[in-house]
Nanobody, 120 residues
Framework: QVQLVESGGGLVQTGGSLRLSCAAS????????LYWYRQAPGKQRKLVAS???????SYVDSVKGRFTISRDTAKNTVNLQMNSLKSEDTAVYYC??????????????WGQGTQVTVSS
């Protein structure tokens, strides 16, 4: 059994910062690429950032220069530092991870999501 639990969401004013964290726990043998997605009201879930097992990162254009994804391999966590937040960043943020458990195949897991609201 593998679980992903996000934390760090909340309400922040335009221009402010938030740091999201996602912790993976359970039967984990290998964690490959980690992702942060977001879903705004009435819209599809979209990829925001990713980080590979070797630390290579990728961002959607709208967050480049403002968001930073990082991972702590020892703690099985992935973080998303969000600076210069804009109202259009308002969404539920989800982490996703490709995880190989001891007895199961490599597959993707989702966290439950954390709400980020940016007010003007």
């Amino acid at each position: 059994q593998v679980q992903l639990v996000e934390s760090g969401g909340g309400l922040v004013q335009t221009g402010g910062s938030l740091r999201l964290s996602c912790a993976a726990s359970g039967d984990i043998l290998i964690i490959n690429t980690l992702y942060w997605y977001r879903q705004a009201p009435g819209k599809q879930r979209k990829l925001v950032a990713s980080i590979t097992s070797t630390g290579s990162t990728s961002y959607v254009d709208s967050v480049k220069g403002r968001f930073t994804i990082s991972r702590d391999t020892a703690k099985n966590t992935v973080n998303l530092q969000m600076n210069s937040l804009k109202s259009e960043d308002t969404a539920v943020y989800y982490c996703n991870a490709n995880i190989k458990s001891t007895w199961g195949p490599l597959r993707g897991y989702w966290g439950q999501g954390t709400q980020v609201t940016v007010s003007s």
